[in-house]
């Protein structure tokens, strides 16, 4: 199983920048993808961005041009720099590994951490 802790949610601007973490422990060898998530009130929760181990990234179009993904495979961490934040961007945002052990897949979930963007 693994563990995942985000830091770096809050309260920004708009047009401003924020940098959320995600530290993944426990069986981090098992993870063949990692990402980021999102739910806004009284909606799905819908995909940010993924990156697997191979460095192939997939982003939401809505954030394409905004927001970055990269990861420290020494720190099991992947980041997501996100800039030019709007309003309708405020969500709490989930960070997930995906893994596999032993034929089963399996999904991992943070705690979540709440962006909030507004003047």
């Known amino acids: 199983q693994v563990q995942l802790v985000e830091s770096g949610g809050g309260l920004v601007q708009p047009g401003g920048s924020l940098r959320l973490s995600c530290a993944a422990s426990?069986?981090?060898?098992?993870?063949?993808?990692m990402g980021w998530y999102r739910q806004a009130p009284g909606k799905q929760r819908e995909l940010v961005v993924t990156?697997?181990?191979?460095?192939?990234?997939n982003y939401a179009d809505s954030v394409k041009g905004r927001f970055t993904i990269s990861r420290d495979n020494a720190k099991n961490t992947v980041y997501l720099q996100m800039n030019s934040l709007k309003p309708e961007d405020t969500a709490v945002y989930y960070c997930?590994?995906?893994?596999?052990?032993?034929?089963?897949?399996?999904?991992?979930w943070g705690q979540g951490t709440q962006v909030t963007v507004s003047s």
């Open positions: 990156i697997t181990n191979g460095d192939n990234t």
């Open positions: 426990g069986s981090t060898r098992n993870i063949y993808s």
């Open positions: 997930n590994a995906k893994t596999v052990e032993l034929l089963k897949l399996d999904d991992n």
